[in-house]
């Protein structure tokens, strides 16, 4: 993933690479004979030379590469999701903010999101129905499928409705014998909206669509094929459809663009230092209810959107 930013950072006239870092010998030789940028043995020595850095590494590393670059004074694009663990995003957010820097969570759909709605009005939406597909686990296989795509679909939503939800329940199955590669979960917010969320990595086609509902209408997102499909509903003639294709966009240009211009100061960021901590919350509480659920430890009668709530509220705390 880190070859594919790179790239898209060597297009910009905005920005200067000044080099890359991989903890691997033979892909620095591999990446500087490809590209002709510099390669640094340490972080050290690159974080001494940037401004600002894009983290592509494995999750588990994210919170300690992403700490240390930001200690360092330096802007961090992250790739999602943010950190492993609540705790650690948070503390990540603190030092950003505390140092003015910005910490941007790598939720490359939302610039592809963005770009179908540009012009279209969906705020105040009443329900949210998101479907992401898959033919095959995403780069990081030690991941549930709501941490590799869900999580996707759970930011977007959040974005769309600043409150977290106050209740969750959610499902999964696995069909491949390791963890979960199959799930759904229901999302209800304090202003009454509502969300469904399906996800699967076993999926025969791949499918990424956003349904968002506002009163007598709703629009159908296609990300997959960048499409918008508009359904206004009137008494006397029903559903009436109005299709639009998307402008041809490149998501990942966008989001490395859009992270270089906010860390020049010329945009407001799309995705503050807070939006990667707030869909890792709520993602982890979807991963945990699925866990519950295939362990057999999911009680019906446990009132377990009173438990969600209150789990909630303590990890809000952290």
Same mark, same amino acid.
């Not at 940028?37 to 994210?62: G, K, M, N, W, Y």
């Not at 300690?64 to 961090?76: M, P, Q």
């Not at 003639?237 to 989001?255: F, I, M, R, S, V």
């Given at each position: 993933?880190?070859?594919?930013?790179?790239?898209?950072?060597?297009?910009?006239?905005?920005?200067?690479?000044?080099?890359?870092?991989?903890?691997?010998?033979?892909?620095?030789?591999?990446? *500087?004979?490809? +590209?002709?940028?510099?390669?640094?043995?340490?972080?050290?020595?690159?974080?001494?030379?940037? &401004?600002?850095?894009?983290?592509?590494?494995?999750?588990?590393? @994210?919170?300690?590469?992403?700490?240390?670059?930001?200690?360092?004074?330096?802007?961090?694009?992250? %790739?999602?999701?943010?950190?492993?663990?609540?705790?650690?995003?948070?503390?990540?957010?603190?030092?950003?903010?505390?140092?003015?820097?910005?910490?941007?969570?790598?939720?490359?759909?939302?610039?592809?999101?963005?770009?179908?709605?540009?012009?279209?009005?969906?705020?105040?939406?009443? +329900?949210?129905?998101?479907?992401?597909?898959?033919?095959?686990?995403?780069?990081?296989? &030690?991941?549930?499928?709501?941490?590799?795509?869900?999580?996707? &679909?759970?930011?977007?939503?959040?974005?769309?409705?600043?409150?977290?939800?106050?209740?969750?329940?959610?499902?999964?199955?696995?069909?491949?014998?390791?963890?979960?590669?199959?799930?759904?979960?229901?999302? %209800?917010?304090?202003?009454?909206?509502?969300?469904?969320?399906?996800?699967?990595?076993?999926?025969?086609?791949?499918?990424? %669509?956003?349904?968002?509902?506002?009163?007598?209408? +709703?629009?159908?997102?296609?990300? *997959?094929?960048?499409?918008?499909?508009?359904?206004?509903?009137?008494?006397?003639?029903?559903?009436?459809?109005?299709?639009?294709?998307?402008?041809?966009?490149?998501?990942?240009?966008?989001?490395?663009? @859009?992270?270089?211009s906010s860390v020049i100061g010329d945009n407001k960021t799309l995705s503050d230092r807070s939006a990667g901590l707030r869909s890792l919350r709520t993602a982890l509480l979807v991963s945990e209810q699925v866990s519950k659920r295939m362990r057999g430890t999911y009680s019906k009668d446990a009132k377990v959107g009173h438990h969600l709530k209150m789990e909630y509220r303590w990890e809000h705390k952290i």
């Amino acid at each position: 993933m880190g070859r594919l930013h790179l790239v898209k950072y060597l297009e910009l006239p905005s920005c200067e690479v000044v080099g890359f870092f991989d903890p691997d010998s033979a892909t620095r030789q591999l990446v *500087q004979a490809e +590209y002709g940028v510099r390669s640094f043995e340490t972080l050290q020595e690159i974080l001494f030379e940037a &401004d600002a850095v894009t983290i592509a590494a494995p999750t588990r590393t @994210h919170y300690e590469l992403g700490r240390r670059a930001l200690e360092a004074g330096v802007h961090v694009l992250m %790739e999602k999701p943010i950190t492993r663990a609540v705790s650690e995003a948070s503390e990540l957010v603190h030092i950003a903010s505390t140092k003015g820097l910005v910490l941007l969570a790598g939720f490359i759909e939302r610039f592809r999101f963005t770009r179908l709605a540009s012009n279209i009005d969906i705020s105040s939406p009443i +329900y949210i129905e998101a479907t992401r597909f898959a033919t095959a686990p995403g780069r990081e296989a &030690d991941v549930d499928v709501v941490m590799d795509l869900m999580i996707h &679909d759970i930011d977007l939503i959040l974005s769309l409705n600043q409150n977290e939800p106050h209740q969750i329940s959610a499902w999964g199955v696995s069909v491949t014998g390791g963890l979960c590669d199959v799930a759904g979960a229901s999302l %209800e917010f304090p202003d009454g909206m509502v969300a469904q969320l399906r996800a699967s990595r076993v999926a025969l086609q791949r499918k990424r %669509e956003i349904r968002v509902f506002r009163s007598n209408r +709703y629009h159908v997102f296609d990300l *997959q094929g960048n499409e918008v499909c508009e359904v206004v509903w009137t008494a006397k003639k029903g559903p009436q459809l109005t299709h639009t294709k998307g402008e041809a966009a490149d998501p990942l240009l966008d989001q490395c663009s @859009h992270f270089v211009s906010s860390v020049i100061g010329d945009n407001k960021t799309l995705s503050d230092r807070s939006a990667g901590l707030r869909s890792l919350r709520t993602a982890l509480l979807v991963s945990e209810q699925v866990s519950k659920r295939m362990r057999g430890t999911y009680s019906k009668d446990a009132k377990v959107g009173h438990h969600l709530k209150m789990e909630y509220r303590w990890e809000h705390k952290i």
